[in-house]
């Protein structure tokens, strides 16, 4: 079955570690790819997302990903986190010329230690 | 200069009673989706309207009835509530064509007693 999967429920760092969130997807075609992230109590919010062009997208507050089709990727990074990264982060899929819907996977929860 | 709004934020009910979220948007876009997040966090969408037209009406039961009486608004109306109705729902909207970012609102947490 198509879907996005997102490789880590849960994961705790601590302050200035280096993060990846992984995202796996299993639609072909041309897609576009986002990253959300979801503080906690609050709405979810773009950080970033890839349509076409250079496969290594930069985000806010730090964030990049790097689409690579051949292994089906969107790969959420960022080099030194903080405490206020603390969030739940989501990777979603549209799939190009099919329709407007937009598939996320079941999120990441990220937890930085002060 | 809200993006996109909803109400009501919370929502507390009983099992049966009907009940209505509405949804909002200043953005100027022409579609508007219904997602339910559900206690693991999982995002599922329920509906997405284009110029006041259902595109995606995903399997959800009969008793949640969208109804956009215009492109800037979309409104969630639930009949029978059922204890697995509990969640949080949100709104988002985006300008024509996917490639486009979806806009989400704050959600409306509601809770079926």
């Known amino acids: 079955a198509q879907s996005v999967s997102q490789h880590n429920h849960h994961v705790i760092l601590s302050e200035a570690a280096s993060l990846e969130l992984g995202c796996n997807y299993s639609y072909g075609g041309t897609v576009n790819l986002f990253w959300y992230v979801q503080y906690p109590g609050q709405h979810l919010q773009l950080l970033l997302k890839y349509f076409s062009g250079d496969p290594l997208v930069k985000g806010i507050k730090g964030f990049e990903a790097e689409f690579i089709k051949s292994k089906f990727s969107f790969n959420l990074r960022k080099p030194s986190v903080q405490w206020s990264d603390t969030a739940e982060y989501f990777c979603a899929v549209n799939v190009v010329n099919r329709d407007d819907k937009i598939i996320f996977g079941k999120g990441t929860r990220l937890h930085i230690l002060p | 200069d809200t993006a996109v709004s909803q109400t009501p934020k919370y929502l507390v009910t009983q099992m049966g009673n009907d009940k209505s979220i509405k949804c909002e948007q200043n953005l100027g876009h022409d579609t508007m989706y219904w997602y339910k997040q559900d206690s693991k966090k999982f995002l599922k969408i329920m509906f997405s309207y284009n110029n006041k037209e259902l595109i995606i009406n995903e399997t959800v039961p009969n008793r949640f009835s969208p109804k956009s009486p215009d492109k800037a608004h979309l409104n969630l109306h639930i009949n029978s509530l059922e204890l697995g109705d509990s969640a949080v729902y949100f709104c988002?909207?985006?300008?024509?064509?996917?490639?486009?970012?979806?806009?989400f609102g704050p959600g409306t947490r509601l809770t079926v007693l």
């Open positions: 988002a909207s985006s300008l024509a064509g996917t490639s486009n970012e979806q806009f």
